[in-house]
């Protein structure tokens, strides 16, 4: 090649064409991030933020059944029969429990 | 290029990535040795290629005239460079004063001629970075990007007399650094 300036400001570069190389072909074919890589990218970030409102996510939930397991107990403890049954029941069963209650 | 400027940008339109492989590998190193040069930081030289292409290829329908592919290339590096130096808060600092002096071409000595004379590569590096950023720009654009007046003027988004008068001084300023290197 000439010895042009352009060559010679060019001939000093020669040793950032790997680096160049790499720079083109992720610029050209981005590699496609997997699932896996997505999910990470989201949560790493604000890893803390996400731990803090998985763990009041759980409180919160561990409340709600607790609450509803106490609800449940109680309506049983009570003796109400439950709605279901009576809807569920034939008209000769219903017929049947009236006239054992007169 | 094993294919036609023209050919390959059709390509590379189409999303064709062999095509913007092609394109890119021949303007890679000019482009790294403008914004290195420009922007003396060889770090922020790999981010303005690596940014260059990456809006080349987001951008390239602005290219209307494939031909100029690679003028429209550089204006991008180009645009990034003067980003940089907004970033860096440096622009100030660097853009001394210009656009003075004659638009004339006639007599201009030709630099490639008075650098072609001296056959000293450092004291070419040496002279180039000493020059004012934008007279550095022009001279840069004419010598590695082998680029008209008018495609300069094009690609730094100033008149062509401008740009003349850029260079005008770059050449001017070289030439005076040759005279005083010599022994």
Known sequence: ?102 | MSEPLHNLVQLARNNHESAWDQLFRAYQLRIFAYAKNLTGDREAAFDIVQESFIRAIANVGDLRDDSRFGSWLFGIAHQRCMLHFRRTKREVALFGDEDHGRDGEADWPDPREALLQEERAEALYALVDNLPLQQRSALLLHVLGEFSLEDVAAIVDVPVGTVKSRLHHAKRALRSLIEEAKP
């Open chain 1, 1 to 102: 090649m000439k010895e042009t300036p352009q060559y010679w400001l060019l001939a000093r570069e020669k040793d950032v064409l790997p680096r160049l190389d790499s720079i083109r072909r992720a610029a050209v074919a981005p590699e496609r991030a997997t699932l896996p890589e997505v999910v990470v990218e989201i949560f790493r970030p604000n890893l803390g933020v996400w731990l803090s409102l998985a763990l009041l996510w759980i409180v919160l939930a561990a409340a709600h059944f607790r609450i509803s397991a106490e609800t449940t107990t109680y309506s049983k403890a009570a003796g109400q029969p439950p709605d279901l049954a009576l809807i569920t029941l034939s008209n000769d069963e219903k017929i049947s429990l009236l006239d054992a209650h007169y």
